[in-house]
């Protein structure tokens, strides 16, 4: 396993948007967090930033939200300095699952873990990987298993293995599929790749953005002995994908 520590994403800014719009936003703002916005006191976030800049009318946020220079504001802080400047702020509950408050590093935690499950519970939808898809060695192809290949760049690493997936493609459309996620230990040299199978699928995807879920986790990888040790195993890979996919 990667250590845990180095790669932490677990969306793209791509994908916060979707999710966003999916949930009704009808527009979103980033802000480039810089050495003007990191050396800001919290008063002067509140007026100059949301008051001036962007005419906030209202702000949302966590219960335990901090802001400002040293993370000196909280809630009750933006809610101060924002009445005094026409704008309103509420703050959230936790969200609590099993007696412990969901948080993106329970959700690290999990995947690291390879418990695509309780990840998935905590985030209402399973993990996904977004990106384009690499034109590779062809070796998918030569064993009978065809993939799109996704450099993993800067998200979180899970537990090297196998997952039963599912691929959404540019059009939208959904595609069942098994995937490798990993460094190949059966090839060399070790090469770190989502490798996704999607099944019946026939047509080239080389170049395009596809979006790979993972829904559940079926082993770990591991090295074989020979490439037909490693096609008998794929088969009952792809076998338990689709009994997991619930598909024929």
Excluded: C
């Excluded at 609590?96 to 329970?106: H, K, M, P, Q, Y």
């Excluded at 985030?123 to 898809?133: C, K, P, S």
């Excluded at 829904?215 to 009952?236: C, G, P």
Aim: proline share 3%; aromatic share 8%; glycine share 10%.
């Amino acid at each position: 396993m990667p250590a845990p520590t180095r790669w932490f994403r677990l969306t793209t800014l791509d994908q916060r948007e979707a999710l966003f719009t999916h949930a009704g936003a009808d527009a979103m703002l980033v802000f480039e967090f810089g050495a003007e916005l990191a050396s800001m006191d919290a008063e002067a976030f509140v007026a100059d930033v949301l008051g001036k800049r962007i005419g906030a009318a209202g702000v949302v946020t966590g219960d335990d939200f901090s802001f400002g220079k040293g993370r000196t504001g909280d809630a009750a802080l933006l809610a101060k300095v924002g009445r005094e400047h026409g704008i309103g702020a509420e703050a959230v509950a936790q969200v609590v699952l099993d007696g412990e408050r969901i948080s993106s590093g329970r959700i690290r935690e999990a995947l690291i873990a390879g418990d695509t499950a309780t990840a998935t519970h905590m985030l209402t939808r399973d993990y996904a990987i977004e990106g384009v898809v690499l034109r590779g060695d062809r070796r998918g192809r030569e064993l009978g298993y065809p993939t799109a290949n996704l450099d993993l760049g800067d998200y979180l690493r899970p537990k090297y293995g196998i997952y039963a997936v599912r691929v959404t493609l540019e059009d939208g459309t959904e595609h069942p599929g098994v995937a490798s996620l990993g460094v190949r230990p059966t090839f060399e040299p070790p090469q770190e790749l989502l490798e996704a199978h999607l099944f019946g699928f026939e047509g080239d995807l080389y170049g395009r953005k596809i979006e790979v879920a993972l829904h559940a986790f079926i082993r770990e990888e591991r090295k074989f002995d020979s490439v037909e040790a490693l096609v008998a195993e794929m088969r009952k890979d792809e076998a338990q994908a689709r009994r997991l996919l619930a598909i024929d």
